[in-house]
C-alpha cells in the first residue's frame, strides 16, 4: 500500500557522518567485506540478498550527493548486520545502462535496490515493474504510483533559503553567487530558496548566478574544473559568498574560494567535515544539507522491518530532511548570522515563510 512518511529523528544522524574520499571503480563491496554472501539475515528475519546501491553521475567520492547516500548504505550495513553491492555509473551512458545495472542487483536478490539521482526514473520504472517483490527507491524523483518504489525527495529550497540567509549576513561587499550544477527544474529549487532567503535579509544584495552545462552528459555534476572556473568569474566580479549546487564539481568551487580567501558554501553533505575537503574547511561557511543518507537509511529499515516504505517519502526541514550545517567554529562564532538563520529555519517550520521552488 502506498503511504506517505517524513524522515524519522534516528535518520537524521545519517548527515553528519564525516566521508573519507574514496575512488570510484565499476562496483565495490561493503566494508563488512560479507557481500558475496548469498543472503543476509538481521535480527527481523530479513532474508534478502542485502542492500543494492546505483551511483549518479559523479559517483562515489563526490564528497556531496552520492557520498551521502553511500553514508546512509553504510550505517544501515553496520545497524542491520546485512551486506550490500554499490555499482558505478560509467561515463556518457544511456537509460538502458542504468536498466542493466538495476537488473543485475535486483536478479541478484538484493532488497531494497536504491537509484541515486533523478536520472535512474526510467530505468527505475520498467525493472520495478518487472521484480514486484522487491522493493525500489528512487531519489530526487516522483514516479507514477507503483506498490513497490519509494519516491525520496526533498524541499531542497528551505535548505537554500538558509544557505542564502547565511550569504547574505555573512558578505562584506552585498555580493554573493549561486552556481548550479545542471540548468534542470531540481537546481532551479536551490537557486530560487537562495535567491529568496538573501533578500530576505538584503532586497538590494547582487547575486551572480551561472549554471555549469545544459545537460547532466555535459559535466555539469562531474567537472571540478568547471566549477572552479565559474567560481573564479564570480568572486572576480566582487563576489565574497559562492553557494554551490553542483555535486562533485563543487569541490572546484570551494577550492577557487579557499584560495581567494572567501566564503563558500557546500551542499548535500555537510562538507566542512570531509576530510578530502579538509584543506579548504577554513572558508566553507557551512552547508545546505540533504538527509540523502538518512533517506536511503530509513528506506532499508522499513524493508528489514517487513513494512516496506512506498510513494512519496519526503524530507523538509520539519522533520529533519533538510537543514543547514553548522559546524565550522568560525561559523558558530558569527552570532548574528547564527541568530539568523535559527529564525529563519524556525520561521519556515512554524509557515510564516513559504520558500520559492522556481
Not at 97 to 106: C, S, T
Not at 212 to 222: D, M
Not at 305 to 312: A, H, Q
Request: proline content about 3%.
Amino acid at each position: 500500500m502506498s503511504r506517505r512518511t517524513r524522515f524519522s529523528q534516528a535518520a537524521v544522524a545519517v548527515s553528519v557522518i564525516a566521508l573519507a574520499a574514496v575512488g570510484c571503480g565499476k562496483s565495490s563491496t561493503d566494508a563488512n567485506s560479507d557481500s558475496n554472501k548469498s543472503s543476509s539475515k538481521g535480527s527481523s528475519g530479513y532474508t534478502g540478498k542485502g542492500i543494492g546501491l546505483a551511483y549518479d553521475i559523479g559517483g562515489k567520492g563526490d564528497q556531496s550527493f552520492n557520498d551521502a547516500a553511500f553514508a546512509g548504505f553504510q550505517k544501515a550495513e553496520t545497524e542491520f548486520k546485512i551486506s550490500g553491492r554499490d555499482l558505478e555509473p560509467t561515463d556518457g551512458e544511456s537509460d538502458a545502462d542504468k536498466v542493466q545495472r538495476l537488473e543485475q542487483l535486483a536478479k541478484t536478490g538484493y532488497n531494497p535496490v536504491i537509484g541515486v539521482g533523478f536520472a535512474y526514473a526510467p530505468a527505475i520504472k520498467t525493472v520495478a515493474a518487472k521484480y514486484p517483490k522487491i522493493t525500489f527507491g528512487i531519489i530526487d524523483d516522483e514516479q507514477d504510483k507503483a506498490a513497490n518504489v519509494a519516491d525520496m525527495v526533498f524541499s531542497e529550497e528551505q535548505s537554500s533559503y538558509l544557505a542564502g540567509v547565511a550569504a547574505a549576513k555573512a558578505t562584506k561587499k552585498n555580493h554573493i553567487g549561486f552556481i548550479g550544477g545542471v540548468d534542470i527544474p531540481l537546481i532551479h529549487k536551490f537557486e530560487a530558496g537562495f535567491d529568496q532567503g538573501a533578500k530576505s535579509v538584503n532586497p538590494s544584495i547582487k547575486i551572480e548566478s551561472q549554471y555549469l552545462t545544459q545537460t547532466p552528459a555535459e559535466g555539469g555534476f562531474s567537472s571540478p574544473d568547471k566549477g572552479k572556473d565559474a567560481a573564479a568569474g564570480q568572486i572576480e566580479k566582487g563576489a565574497d559568498v559562492v553557494y554551490h549546487a553542483a555535486g562533485l564539481s563543487g569541490q572546484g568551487v570551494i577550492s577557487e574560494a579557499a584560495s581567494k580567501k572567501v566564503w563558500a558554501i557546500g551542499v548535500d553533505s555537510d562538507q566542512y567535515a570531509q576530510s578530502a575537503l579538509a584543506k579548504y574547511k577554513d572558508y566553507i561557511l557551512g552547508s545546505a544539507l540533504k538527509n540523502v543518507g538518512g533517506a536511503v537509511y530509513n528506506l532499508v529499515k522499513s524493508v528489514v522491518d517487513g513494512k516496506p516504505l512506498t510513494g512519496v517519502v519526503r524530507g523538509d526541514l520539519k522533520s529533519g530532511g533538510v537543514g543547514f550545517a553548522d559546524t565550522n567554529p568560525k561559523y558558530k562564532a558569527m552570532t548574528d548570522v547564527v541568530a539568523a538563520v535559527d529564525k529563519a529555519k524556525q520561521d519556515i517550520v512554524d509557515g510564516k515563510v513559504t520558500v520559492n521552488t522556481k
